[in-house]
T-cell receptor, first 113, second 113 residues
């Protein structure tokens, strides 16, 4: 059974600082997604990572995937308040077509001045 | 461009009542799914569909029914509501091909008293 873990679950960081959120998963996969959820809102897609060594960047966020370690990271550079949100990783099992994507528990990020 | 539309946004039910949560998408996506979101547990998959006429169970299917008579619509039925079904429900759709990101509806906040 695929399990997805994230750490930390809660993160309070100062503006301007750097930090990394980790996503570990328990079974072979090379398809991993990162989503953002603002309080009381829906989820929106941030990154889609589809191969070992994949790296995607958007603004102050950079995501990477190491399929051998079954690990993805979401790195935050010089945090700003607008990045305060909950971040979810989601893993798709290795199949030929989309199947039961499993979400991690989420990391609640608070960026404080 | 509506994307994924869920109704209602809020609902209060009494224990034992039934109701249907509606979900419609206008992106011609093959794959649709229902998740519930509970604090600290991320999103858990209830049911999903890989095309019209085809549905399958996710992680937490008990107490819920679905059907998919058209590509656009994927309603979720609560047969006899229980307090344990108090949650936020999200409908999502994607192209159904491996590695395709999901698009989420705005969510339904359901309270069962």
């Amino acid at each position: 059974e695929l399990k997805v873990e994230q750490n930390p679950l809660f993160l309070s960081m100062q503006e301007g600082k750097n930090y990394t959120i980790y996503c570990n998963y328990s079974t072979t996969s090379d398809r991993l997604y990162w989503y953002r959820q603002d309080p009381g809102k829906s989820l929106e897609s941030l990154f889609v990572l589809l191969s070992n060594g994949a790296v995607k960047q958007e603004g102050r966020l950079m995501a990477s995937l190491d399929t051998k370690a079954r690990l993805s990271t979401l790195h935050i550079t010089a945090a700003v308040h607008d990045l305060s949100a909950t971040y979810f990783c989601a893993v798709e099992p290795m199949k030929t077509s989309y199947d039961k994507v499993i979400f991690g528990p989420g990391t609640s990020l608070s960026v404080i001045p | 461009n509506a994307g994924v539309t869920q109704t209602p946004k809020f609902q209060v039910l009494k224990t034992g009542q039934s109701m249907t949560l509606q979900c419609a998408q206008d992106m011609n996506h093959e794959y649709m799914s229902w998740y519930r979101q509970d604090p600290g547990m991320g999103l858990r998959l209830i049911h999903y569909s890989v095309g019209a006429g085809i549905t399958d169970q996710g992680e937490v299917p008990n107490g819920y029914n679905v059907s998919r008579s058209t590509t656009e619509d994927f309603p979720l039925r609560l047969l006899s509501a229980a307090p344990s079904q108090t949650s936020v429900y999200f409908c999502a759709s994607n192209r159904g091909t491996a590695g395709s990101e999901a698009f989420f509806g705005q969510g339904t906040r359901l309270t069962v008293v």
